[in-house]
């Protein structure tokens, strides 16, 4: 497994969030390989979601760097991020409200054919002509998963994708993501029983800090 200092992967090296007077994060240092997938846990407020933002350049660095394959891309454009391979999935506005389903997989699909959404989650085929913001939260969810799928993304970046979903829909979910190939970091409150066989590594934030890493089995 690559640590920080590798090449493989995604990292954050002893990065320092602000926002206003408020530091985010205080020089976390983390690094997800480029196989197998990460988890990192944390409750609200403790600079989970920040870790995610500033991995995908939608939140600044103040310190620190992020190194995508053992290149500095830490003054990259989330758009150029994105352009690159990277796929970001917020908790929550994640989907484009005003469009109908079919319109928000038609986006994440390029124009091109969206059957492999459908395939994963073959509720949202019933859901087609719907706007997206008359969805149930699981049902969002699901769209919103819908675009790492389709992006075919070499970076995935995910804040509790199982939020409002059933127990079944949850564990196809946690399937589905683990099947990538991909580098994949889900972001969690607590560790789900479906991540840990899967799971190469986890990290958590406690007040913007890391308190733990290592593998799934030591938690």
């Not at 989330?78 to 484009?96: I, K, Q, T």
């Not at 991540?195 to 308190?211: C, P």
Request: hydrophobic residues 40%.
């Amino acid at each position: 497994m690559s640590g920080p200092g590798g090449t493989g992967g995604i990292s954050l090296r002893r990065a320092r969030v602000r926002y206003g007077s408020l530091e985010a994060l205080h020089g976390v240092t983390l690094h997800v390989p480029a196989s197998g997938v990460t988890v990192l846990l944390g409750r609200n407020g403790s600079g989970r979601t920040t870790v995610l933002r500033a991995l995908a350049g939608t939140v600044p660095l103040s310190r620190g760097a992020v190194v995508w394959d053992g290149a500095d891309v830490t003054h990259l454009s989330a758009y150029e991020r994105a352009r690159r391979g990277l796929c970001l999935v917020p908790d929550s506005r994640a989907v484009f409200g005003s469009l109908t389903v079919r319109e928000n997989l038609g986006l994440a699909a390029g124009g091109g054919p969206f059957e492999a959404a459908l395939d994963a989650y073959p509720r949202l085929g019933d859901l087609l002509p719907r706007r997206a913001g008359t969805l149930s939260g699981g049902e969002r969810r699901m769209l919103a998963l819908s675009r790492a799928l389709l992006a075919r993304a070499r970076v995935v970046l995910v804040d509790e994708p199982a939020q409002g979903m059933s127990p079944a829909i949850a564990s196809r979910t946690y399937d589905l993501l683990t099947g990538l190939d991909a580098t994949v970091l889900i972001a969690e409150q607590r560790l789900p029983p479906g991540l840990r066989a899967a799971t190469t590594l986890v990290y958590e934030l406690r007040r913007g800090a890391l308190a733990f890493s290592g593998e799934a089995a030591e938690r």
